[in-house]
């Protein structure tokens, strides 16, 4: 991390569990600040197969709520080693709980902010509800088209196809539900099972997990996008930027200049080193926006 200061004194970290059904519960970390609370509220949405306690996440959280945002990072139904297991429509429903919550706690606003595969189930959730306790967005690592990224992680067009074709047959075959495992997103990471209808929901070529297409139905909302240039995972990388931007005039997307040398670096995708930068990106656009502490 890029600080090892105590910026965060007096900020209270509470976990909480929120059961959506029988036999789902959504666990997270709330952040409260230690004096004076903003109408805004802040809820951190995490990506593929991770969880509310991504480093990126559970950093950004205190330091927020040391802010005046109270925050709160909360799991999705498709967290961890479930994301293969839940369709984008009920995961991304999950956004609301989170969004109850924070204004059960006295907040008037609530501004989601979408990591990775968190850029598309929160433009999703907003797209589909229209909520009017979300002013504005802020996606980063910003995807353009997960279908672009599942081309390149099946290795091409044409081992993309054979896969889906696969999944169809399946689901014809009346064993959609069956698990198989996954190319990982980037070479050396590790891979996901997934179902095989649950694929075709979030990867097939009529899946909805586009954020290039969902942020043209977010009402009149800002939005902001980040991206570190040394970002290797397929759906954050060009043309994303393009068909971002070409979808959305409201949409600010900052590229953060190149630290690497056009290195490519895992860790990028978290911001892993630039965690301040990030920080201090998000917090100016917020108070630009009035949304301030």
């Known amino acids: 991390m890029t600080d090892d200061t105590d910026d965060t004194a007096g900020v209270t970290t509470e976990l909480v569990a929120l059961p959506v059904s029988d036999d789902i519960t959504l666990n997270g970390a709330l952040w409260t600040p230690p004096g004076e609370v903003s109408d805004t509220a802040i809820a951190l949405f995490h990506g593929t197969g991770a969880g509310f306690y991504y480093p990126l996440l559970a950093w950004l959280g205190p330091r927020l709520a040391a802010m005046g945002y109270m925050t709160l990072s909360l799991n999705r139904r498709d967290h961890s080693q479930f994301f293969g297991y839940y369709t984008l429509h009920d995961a991304s429903m999950d956004h609301a709980p989170a969004i109850d919550l924070l204004c059960a706690r006295g907040a008037k606003r609530v501004v989601p902010v979408g990591h990775s595969y968190g850029t598309v189930t929160a433009p999703y959730y907003v797209a589909q509800t229209d909520d009017a306790r979300v002013p504005a967005l802020v996606l980063i690592s910003a995807l353009g088209d997960l279908r672009i990224g599942s081309v390149r992680m099946a290795g091409g067009q044409e081992p993309y196809d054979k896969l889906v074709a696969e999944a169809r047959a399946h ?21 996901l099972p997934h179902r095989w209808s649950i694929f075709l929901d979030k990867r097939g070529p009529d899946s909805k997990a586009v954020p290039a297409e969902l942020i043209r139905h977010v009402g009149e909302r800002p939005l902001l996008a980040v991206r570190d240039p040394a970002d290797p995972f397929p759906a954050t990388t060009p043309p994303a930027r393009e068909m971002l931007e070409a979808a959305n005039p409201r949409l600010d997307y900052v590229l953060l200049d190149d630290v690497r040398n056009g290195r490519t670096d895992e860790k990028a995708h978290g911001f892993n080193g630039r965690e301040a930068e990030l920080l201090t990106l998000m917090t100016g656009w917020l108070a630009e926006k009035g949304l301030g502490p």
């Not at 075959?173 to 891979?191: L, R, S, T």
Request: glycine fraction near 14%; aromatic fraction near 4%; hydrophobic fraction near 45%.
């Open 171 to 191: 689901i014809a075959a009346g064993d959609g539900e069956d698990v198989f495992v996954n190319a990982p997103m980037v070479p050396g990471d590790k891979p």
